[in-house]
């Protein structure tokens, strides 16, 4: 779902070097039925995951934002110099004094946050940028829900408008109770997408989440037009997959995006290893997507 004339550019310029194209005659994308399979992880991780034959990393935004120049300038070169790319960011905000919801917001700041961070996260190739980041939604107790969704809704529009402005697409995602207190539910970010109703402002599933709170995935082809990426884990566990008897809901879950013709990222995060678990991770998704 990234914008086409971005990730043409980012391959065929990665593609055209020797080095580029002798990596691509050893092995083949991932990338299955227009899905891209990634695995969220930190800038250490990028070898590894072209070593398994990822299509991308996705990384922490607020890792990225966190980087001195130095550094961010080395990890742009390496992503530069490799045949993969950074597709999307998780944890875009995870600065306890960025809040969007209660008493204390400023969305000046969190706003100003927002530019420095996805300009980064543009020149790695990043077109969705995932906002879960429960601490900066969290509902004070006692605090008006009402209020906090009108504060949730005009933080959107805001981080939607930045992001549409560096071809960045905000994906918000539901994330069980366990760790968020509100926005749940596929259906839950939905009605966010709808009534903030900006280009720059979409929603992921994250399959973990969606078992936990026993959400049909049938929210999947509801929600098909404005999901814009993917995170995944078995939930027993929340570990990268392996096989699929391991979940009864995984065949359904897979159908679904064959059938609606899912184009876009699908990135494992979970608890495991490219080592202990980067084939059978691999192996697993294409079997299932085929």
């Known amino acids: 779902m990234r914008p086409v004339s971005q990730g043409q550019t980012r391959r065929s310029v990665v593609l055209s070097t020797a080095a580029g194209a002798a990596l691509t005659a050893l092995r083949s994308f991932a990338k299955v039925r227009g899905i891209e399979l990634g695995v969220t992880g930190k800038p250490d991780d990028l070898a590894k995951c072209e070593q398994y034959g990822f299509d991308y990393l996705e990384p922490s935004g607020s890792g990225i934002a966190g980087m001195t120049d130095t550094a961010f300038a080395a990890f742009r070169d390496q992503v530069k110099a490799s045949h993969i790319y950074c597709q999307s960011v998780i ?110 402002v979409k929603m992921i599933i994250d399959y973990y989440h969606m078992r936990i709170e026993n959400e049909d995935p049938e929210i999947v082809r509801t929600a098909k037009e404005y999901i814009v990426h993917l995170h995944f884990a078995n939930p027993a566990g929340r570990r990268w997959p392996h096989s699929a008897d391991e979940d009864p809901v995984y065949a359904k879950f897979f159908q679904i995006l064959k059938e609606i013709d899912y184009h876009g990222g699908l990135s494992i995060e979970g608890n495991g290893s490219f080592d202990a678990d980067g084939a059978a991770s691999m192996a697993f998704f294409k079997s299932e997507l085929a």
Do not use: F, M
């Not at 077109?127 to 504060?151: F, I, K, L």
């Not at 539910?185 to 280009?199: D, Q, R």
């Open 91 to 200: 944890t875009l905000i995870s600065n306890p004094k960025l809040k969007v919801v209660g008493p204390d917001v400023d969305l000046d700041a969190v706003s100003s946050y927002l530019d420095s961070t996805l300009d980064r996260c543009k020149s790695l190739g990043v077109s969705v940028a995932v906002w879960g980041s429960a601490g900066s939604r969290r509902v004070p107790e006692g605090y008006s829900r009402d209020t906090a969704w009108d504060q949730i809704k005009a933080y959107l529009k805001r981080a939607g408008e930045i992001a549409k402005s560096k071809q960045i697409v905000i994906g918000i995602e539901p994330l069980r109770k366990q760790e968020s207190n509100i926005i749940n539910t596929g259906a839950e970010a939905l009605k966010l997408v709808h009534e903030v109703n900006h280009p720059g």
